[in-house]
Nanobody
Framework: QVRLVESGGGLVQAGGSLSLSCAAS????????VGWFRQAPGKEREVVGA????????YYVDSVKGRFNISRDNARDTVTLQMNSLKPEDTGIYYC??????????????WGQGTQVTVSS
């Protein structure tokens, strides 16, 4: 099975940027769709976006379209979430997740431990 580790979270002011990385080990990340999710305090976890095996296709939830970008480097077994123009409502724990099948928002089998993102106003 694949193991996922997120990094790159932190505290940033509104309007700033952060880049989160998801490092995979155990199996090549190219075998998996990878999604990014977040969970704000007191709220349910929600999908932020996802990327297909090859990276040619991506999906984003409406609230982050035009601000977030997901990319992958299968040779390095990493997937990156670039977050720009951050807003306080982007605050939460961010998780990467992987699945062998297609589809954007559900059915993920493997999860990282999460990284905290805090956006101050």
């Amino acid at each position: 099975q694949v193991r996922l580790v997120e990094s790159g979270g932190g505290l940033v002011q509104a309007g700033g940027s952060l880049s989160l990385s998801c490092a995979a080990s155990g199996r090549p990340v190219g075998n998996y769709y990878v999604g990014w999710f977040r969970q704000a305090p007191g709220k349910e976890r929600e999908v932020v976006g996802a990327i297909s095996w090859s990276g040619l296709r991506t999906y984003y939830v409406d609230s982050v379209k035009g601000r977030f970008n997901i990319s992958r480097d299968n040779a390095r077994d990493t997937v990156t979430l670039q977050m720009n123009s951050l807003k306080p409502e982007d605050t939460g724990i961010y998780y990467c997740a992987a699945k062998t099948g297609s589809g954007w928002t559900d059915g993920y089998d493997y999860w990282g431990q999460g990284t905290q993102v805090t956006v101050s106003s």
